[in-house]
């Protein structure tokens, strides 16, 4: 007799928050992507309906990034000086589901770039590409609430998902968002609780939660991934459960924290036994990406090519019903 | 936890003087204030004054489900009352309440299976109100002997083990919050259980403070559902605290809200 395994029965699904908007929907996209809108947990496909596959970004910096190793920014050459040629690549070649541009210039200990450079980055990013793209800004909350509003404004209507929200400073960002059509990344630091306040905080500014995606924070491998796993995981539960408030797609940064790690970093001469350096890096992002799709993930901003490749050839495999 | 919003009941003066000259806006106005503290289901019963149940409860069921589509509670002793509010009934339908005598839940049994409802049995019978656990014990598993035996699912069966006023019956307050914990073991899956929560502290002077250390306490016990006062904020914040500590809902600053949005 054949083994009949228990079904979970889940009363809420996650929201499905679209990004990019259609020239006849106020924008000048080609295509959207729409994301979260799980029934079930991750690839439990009897359980309840995955309607939207998870999707890559891939992060493109407006200034040529100067603590990036060799191993990453050789695999994508001499488009990594230039943002808009490097977005394009992404586009084109690596097959990327969206751009994440990440406006690391602004920074005032960095080039404090003047605002001007920083919308004309995006303009002609939106201008060279046609997939939806993701923003985020320096990390720096005064300067971020200075210059994000200024580039919001100037992607009215291509309904971008723009960020990040943390809970000391929301509220100048939401407000942009709202009024330029764009939805949110709220972002918490490995901390349900906060993730559930914020959002209720971004919510009751009449954002709706069809326009937020929660950012929980993650570590890499070895970096507290499974902390992060179990804060993603706890979370979903919820929102699977009726929380509505925790019932929002997930977005990753993977790359960012996959290529702080010394594992992925740390030269072969440095530490020979290690294997080569290329290998580990992109097996880094690789591995962290994976586990976190398995944790509900549903955006992961990601890094090296190859990477991406991996991590695509292993959701189509997931995929699979 | 499962809240029964108690307030659409034809003994409150508004309420009886609206269904007698058939007022939709009180009615609707009190359906809608419950849902928005919190109300996961309304109770919905014609009162004592009422000269033609059979018809005015079709009436407030119409009413109400024109602004909500949230469950009711169908609550009368009568069985044709019942019926007929359930004929009409669209939204998902609790029956308050069957007793644990066998011509009663052999009616009720196969009316709450015909309209898919939820059903309410009381720990009570012919003989009268149980003096002990024992004697609330015996008649919860005879209901819910009669429920496995006609093949009514026992999860969506709701055991209440009738709750005395405090100053009558102080004695069988720690039978009566024991009896809960009981009720779950009497089969697998185990039953639900609720409580009237008002009658705890009936003919008391301190009724709002009684209601709440009743309900938490209960909560602790295994309480699943209660019929009560959901504009009552105290009351509901304690629900929503007890549901908290026993991780249920998962703690942010704005809990209480998050709740009530849910």
């Keep these: ?321 | 936890m499962f809240i029964i919003g108690e307030l659409i009941n034809g003994m409150y003066k508004d309420i009886g003087k609206a269904i007698q000259t058939k007022d939709k806006s009180i009615i609707q106005n009190k359906a809608l204030e419950q849902i928005k503290a919190g109300a996961d289901a309304l109770d919905v019963n014609c009162g004592p004054a009422s000269k033609d149940p059979i018809n005015d409860i079709q009436w407030l069921v119409n009413t109400i489900q024109e602004v909500t589509d949230k469950p009711l509670s169908i609550d009368s002793s009568r069985t044709q009352v019942i019926e007929s509010g359930l004929k009409v009934l669209k939204n998902k339908a609790i029956i308050n309440s069957t007793t644990a005598d066998q011509e009663k839940l052999d009616i009720l049994i196969p009316l709450a299976m015909r309209y898919n409802a939820r059903l309410i049995g009381l720990t009570i019978s012919k003989k009268g109100i149980p003096q002990n656990k024992d004697q609330r014990l015996e008649l919860a598993a005879m209901i819910v002997a009669s429920a496995q035996e006609k093949g009514f699912p026992v999860e969506d069966l709701f055991l209440d083990p009738i709750v005395m006023p405090v100053n009558v019956a102080q004695s069988q307050m720690k039978d009566i919050l024991e009896s809960l914990r009981e009720f779950k073991i009497i089969s697998d899956p185990a039953p639900k259980t609720v409580v009237g929560l008002s009658n705890v502290s009936q003919g008391t002077c301190q009724r709002g403070l009684i209601n709440k250390t009743f309900m938490i306490m209960a909560v602790g016990y295994g309480l699943d559902g209660a019929i009560l006062d959901p504009l009552d904020k105290d009351l509901m914040d304690g629900a929503i605290t007890s549901d908290l500590i026993l991780n249920k809902h998962i703690y942010c600053d704005s809990y209480l809200d998050a709740y009530r949005k849910k």
């Design chain 1, 1 to 321: 007799m054949a083994l009949d395994l228990v079904k979970e029965k889940w009363s809420n699904a996650v929201a499905v928050v679209t990004i990019g908007a259609l020239k006849d929907e106020g924008g000048t996209r080609s295509s959207v992507v729409r994301c979260g809108g799980e029934e079930g947990l991750p690839f439990l496909f009897a359980e309840g309906k995955t309607p939207h596959r998870p999707v890559i970004a891939m992060e493109v910096l407006d200034v040529e990034p100067d603590d990036w190793p060799q191993s990453l920014t050789s695999a994508i050459g001499p488009a990594i000086k230039n943002p808009v040629e490097w977005a394009v690549k992404c586009e084109k070649d690596y097959k990327a589901d969206l751009i994440c541009l990440r406006l690391a210039g602004a920074h005032p200990d960095a080039q404090n770039r003047p605002a001007e450079q920083l919308t004309k980055v995006v303009k002609d990013i939106l201008q060279a590409t046609t997939i939806p793209l993701i923003l985020i800004g320096c990390g720096e909350d005064k300067r971020d609430n200075e210059i994000l509003p200024l580039c919001s404004q100037a992607a009215k209507g291509e309904r971008l998902l723009i960020g990040e929200t943390v809970q000391a400073n929301y509220k100048t960002l939401t407000a942009s968002a709202l009024a330029d059509g764009h939805s949110i990344i709220a972002q918490s630091p490995i901390d349900i609780n906060i993730a559930k306040q914020l959002n209720i905080l971004i919510s009751d500014m009449s954002m709706s939660i069809e326009r937020i995606v929660i950012n929980p924070t993650v570590g890499a491998l070895g970096y507290g991934l499974e902390y992060a796993y179990s804060i993603m995981e706890r979370a979903r539960l919820a929102a699977l459960s009726g929380d509505k408030m925790l019932g929002m797609p997930f977005i990753c940064f993977v790359g960012y924290e996959a290529w702080r790690a010394k594992e992925a970093k740390a030269s072969e001469t440095e530490f020979p036994t290690w294997g080569k350096q290329l290998e580990r890096g992109i097996a880094w992002e690789a591995l962290t990406a994976t586990t976190f799709l398995q944790a509900g993930a549903d955006i992961l901003v990601m890094r090296h090519p190859k990477a991406v490749e991996l991590v695509r050839k292993h959701i189509d495999e997931l995929m699979k019903e």
